[in-house]
């Protein structure tokens, strides 16, 4: 029960000494008899007092008595108990937070999930937000945390650092769903337990305007209005009153005011004890009319500011950007109690452009949590439910919706029709002009509008828009699934581009305005979502659009093979939306004709799309593959085990910046397999251009380690023939392994090649894709290297054809190894030694293994050998007499004219049975041996490439 002003007169009176009573007394002559004061004790006054004057003056007339008096702490005391006991009251009242679809007595407390907000003071040009609006998923992170240095909650209203000004009015604008409520209550919250503006502000009133709206024509006075919420029957209007510049006013949803606020000043209210409209009330506070020492916090969506700025007097603008990365992964977190569970699913969003594009927004987290948990509660996994942004809006428009067939079908029509025209138009806003043309009044809208997800924005008169631009999108694909009536050529529908038109522009142009229309577009070819329509809402898609989708996929995938990484991409690519639509039978039939693929994987997300894609490509024959970093083993395995039971798949490249062991023993795991068909495996390690931000970290970029225990996996695979390693680390004793391995009878490879390229820290996913020089490894281990390539080459039964040694740092030791293998060996037919310095001791050397009859060498390569006449004088004899060697490159080797000469020379003998040479001498040539290699050019047996 709460106290009555009488027994709180009579507890503060008790502080009272004999001599302070009676001094009290005598500042009561002028209101009470002094008959009745004189034998009064402190009961008896208090009795006296509220008889005669009630609860509310009584305790005020007592307040300023005891500060006539000098009793400071005593008044002080009561004026603080008094305002304890409203903080209670806005502690009990706010403590609560109620979700959007709450059921009856389920309830949260608000400190329990709130989470900070980041907040700007500073104007948006309309080309900034333009520029917001067209970027997504990383970049958009990026955009909103450049935007300038936040401010805190706490500093809202201290004096400007350039001009030292005090404000006493801050406007809080930000977009729908930002969260300007959640924050307006939170300061409300704050103050009331204690924790902000203590020392500047005494009493906090949080007013609404939507409760505004529904009493704007009654009269009363601005102390009825602010009393409304005080815990005792009576508030202390003139204690309260009393420093008005200890006052702050919380007024939110100042867009959603229907009452216009620009009377003439003269009609404007000055007392606060005045019986006017709440129009007027309202309007004069706002302008500084009533009590203008007062501080006013308000709240608006920037479409009102227009409207109510002029209003305003110096108003401090802050802006609402929503939620920072860090501060969505807290919401996550809060929201599941469960932080596994939150940073799994935010991870999720996160590798989702749509949906990490849409962060920060905290409405959009909220719906985004809510799906999650209604997954978690019928016991799916709450993870399905991201697998695709479709799923997602679907599950959560199926949520509000009752589930009734005739769930106004024609309402759904017009609204889907009207976020169609929007988005071509790029119009958020529209009036009820706007509906009318797609036969929708204001009353149609209403089940949209108890739903939040259509919203009146009365910062303009009788406009609306869809809580989130996305929203608008997903309402724009389904236009895109109702059927034509027969009123369609007079339906102001018609003028919206149609599918064809749809696809061309993503297609042409990149529209990033159409990006998510056509993701949703095609997630709706989902059996399950386009069941969920059909029966719900009416709606399917005809089967000329499932043609329409069908065949620019299948232009795409014969323009472009190769796309850059989905999660980073401003328009999804084709495997993205094939992926979002997960129709198996879909898919096969749009990839039908793909035999090559090029793609990157930079997270999770993006292995779950590739995979889809080529477990449903059925005649894949090569695969290029850039994997960054895979979080999550399951998903890595998956992918593997679908490459690996491909029918048709013979070429694997994999591109790679980290590859821990558990993903090699995964690899290796799947070769060993008898059902294995692949042939050639390339494994490279590298390191792209990765976008760098404050959004991620920068991780180990190691490559592909290959353990001790996948060494013999590698290179004894029932089906490889083609074995490529670049710049692969060898781990433990892996380096030891191989020679064993290759020896062995069940060695297929053909072509070895274990190479090292120059430009490993610096060149990305372009320059992997087109580099044709390859060098050999100058790690401390070569020395290994070398004797495991000079045993495989030993071996009887070896079938190695390809050897490429390029860039090896060659010594003496290493070429008489070498070229001493090569004489027992009958398989090699292509060797690259360019770039070595083999001097003229290995090159005799070379000649010796070149002239064995063993020796069954077809190309040989020595481009950049640093080759001089002396070493050609031994070399040509060797080449000539050759009844194997065909291809010879001695490129970028500086020859005298006499050297010319002999090459020429030996060269133009009938004898010679060499039928390629490439030949380019980077210092130009004499006009002699000009002449000699024209002359050796038109010999029609020998094709010379200068």
């Not at 290029?624 to 039971?645: G, N």
Request: proline share 4%; charged share 25%.
């Amino acid at each position: 029960m709460a106290e009555t002003a009488r027994c709180r007169l009579v507890r503060y009176l008790e502080h009272l000494t004999s001599e302070e009573l009676k001094k009290f007394k005598l500042y009561l002559v002028d209101c009470l008899p002094r008959g009745c004061l004189e034998e009064a004790d402190r009961p008896k006054v208090a009795d006296l007092l509220v008889s005669s004057l009630g609860e509310p003056k009584a305790w005020e007339l007592a307040l300023s008595i005891w500060e006539k008096m000098g009793l400071r702490e005593l008044w002080e005391r009561a004026r603080k108990g008094e305002r304890n006991k409203y903080r209670e009251r806005m502690r009990k009242k706010f403590q609560l937070m109620r979700d959007r679809n709450h059921r009856p007595g389920e309830n949260e407390l608000f400190q329990h999930r709130f989470t900070q907000l980041l907040l700007l003071q500073e104007h948006r040009y309309k080309e900034q937000k333009h520029h917001e609006l067209l970027v997504q998923g990383w970049r958009h992170a990026e955009v909103m945390e450049e935007r300038g240095e936040p401010i805190e909650v706490s500093a809202l209203f201290d004096p400007d650092q350039k001009t030292g000004i005090q404000p006493h009015t801050v406007v809080l604008q930000g977009a729908a769903g930002i969260g300007k409520t959640t924050l307006a209550i939170k300061v409300m919250l704050d103050w009331a337990e204690g924790q902000l503006y203590q020392e500047r502000f005494d009493y906090v009133f949080y007013l609404t305007c939507r409760e505004l709206n529904t009493i704007g024509v009654n009269v009363l006075s601005f102390a009825d209005l602010i009393a409304s919420d005080w815990p005792g029957p009576q508030a202390p209007m003139t204690e309260i009153m009393s420093q008005p510049e200890r006052l702050l006013f919380i007024i939110d949803g100042l867009n959603e005011l229907k009452f216009p606020c620009n009377e003439n000043r003269c009609d404007l209210c000055k007392d606060w004890n005045q019986q006017r409209p709440v129009s007027i009330l309202l309007s004069s506070l706002l302008r500084k009319m009533l009590l203008p020492e007062a501080s006013l916090l308000l709240t608006t969506r920037l479409t009102a500011l227009g409207k109510f700025s002029p209003l305003l007097e110096d108003p401090r603008h802050v802006e609402i950007l929503g939620f920072s990365w860090r501060q969505s992964m807290e919401y996550f977190c809060k929201f599941f109690r469960n932080e596994e569970l939150g940073k799994e699913a935010l991870y999720l969003v996160r590798v989702n452009a749509s949906l990490f594009t849409m962060f920060s927004v905290p409405l959009m987290n909220w719906i985004i949590c809510t799906c999650l948990k209604q997954q978690e509660e019928k016991g799916h996994d709450p993870i399905q439910a991201l697998i695709t942004t479709t799923a997602l809006y679907t599950c959560y428009f199926n949520s509000l919706t009752p589930d009734d067939k005739n769930f106004m079908p024609q309402h759904l029509k017009g609204l889907c029709g009207l976020a169609a025209e929007g988005i071509w138009q790029r119009k958020l806003l529209f009036e009820e002009e706007d509906l009318r043309r797609h036969n929708l009044e204001a009353a149609d809208v209403s089940a949209f509008l108890d739903m939040n997800i259509f919203q009146k924005d009365s910062g303009c008169e009788n406009c609306y828009s869809f809580i989130h631009l996305s929203f608008q999108e997903f309402f724009a694909a389904m236009f895109y699934l109702m059927k034509p009536d027969e009123k369609w050529e007079k339906n102001p529908d018609s003028s919206i581009p149609d599918v064809k038109t749809l696809l061309l522009e993503c297609s042409e142009h990149k529209a990033s305005f159409l990006a998510l229309v056509v993701q949703f577009l095609f997630g709706f070819l989902n059996a399950e979502i386009a069941s969920e329509l059909k029966r719900k809402f009416r709606c399917r898609m005809s089967l000329e659009v499932k043609i329409q989708l069908l065949e620019w996929v299948e232009r795409e995938t014969k323009r472009d093979n190769v796309y850059s990484c989905p999660s980073n991409s401003a328009f999804p690519n084709w495997p993205s939306l094939l992926y979002e639509s997960h129709n198996a039978e879909f898919v096969t039939h749009a990839l039908v004709n793909v035999k090559e693929m090029k793609l990157m994987s930079c997270f999770d997300h993006d292995i779950l799309v590739n995979t889809f894609c080529i477990k449903h490509c059925p005649g894949i024959q090569r695969l290029f593959h850039h994997c960054h970093f895979i979080r999550l083993p399951a998903f890595w395995e998956d992918f593997m085990s679908v490459i690996f039971t491909s029918q048709y798949l013979r070429e694997l490249h994999l591109f790679s910046t980290q590859c821990v062991d558990i993903h090699m023993e995964k690899l290796c795991m799947e070769l060993r397999k008898p059902n294995c068909k692949l042939e050639e495996l390339c494994l490279f390690s590298c390191m792209p251009k990765l976008l760098i931000s404050s959004f991620s970290i920068l991780l180990m970029l190691e490559g592909f380690k290959v353990p001790y225990s996948c060494c013999e996996c590698l290179f004894s695979s029932p089906s490889l023939k083609i074995l490529h390693l670049c710049d692969i680390i060898f781990v433990d004793d892996g380096m030891k392994l191989p020679c064993e391995t290759l020896g062995k009878e069940n060695f297929q490879l053909e072509t070895l090649e274990i190479t090292y390229s120059k430009k490993h820290l610096r060149c990305g996913l372009a320059s992997f894709l087109s580099e044709t020089v390859k060098n050999f490894p100058r790690f401390p281990y070569i020395q290994s290297v070398m004797e495991l390539l000079y045993s495989v080459l030993a071996q009887q039964n070896c079938k190695l054809q390809t050897l490429r040694l390029v860039d090896c740092h060659l010594t003496h030791t290493h070429s008489q190894n070498l070229f001493s293998a090569l004489i027992c060996n009958k398989s090699l037919k292509d060797l690259d030694l360019s770039l070595n310095s083999l001097e003229e001791s290995g090159i005799k050397l070379l000649c010796e293994a070149l002239g064995n009859p063993n020796c069954k060498l077809s190309t040989l390569r020595l481009s950049r050998c640093a080759l001089t006449t002396a070493c050609l004088q031994d070399l040509l004899p060797v080449i000539c007499s050759s009844e194997n060697l065909k291809t010879l490159d001695l490129s970028h080797n500086v020859f005298d004219d006499k050297g010319i000469k002999l090459l020429c020379e030996a060269l133009e003998k009938q004898d010679c049975n060499l039928e390629k040479l490439f030949f380019f001498q980077p210092d130009g040539l004499s006009e002699e041996s000009r002449r000699a290699l024209t002359n050796l050019k038109s010999r029609k047996s020998l094709h010379l490439i200068l």
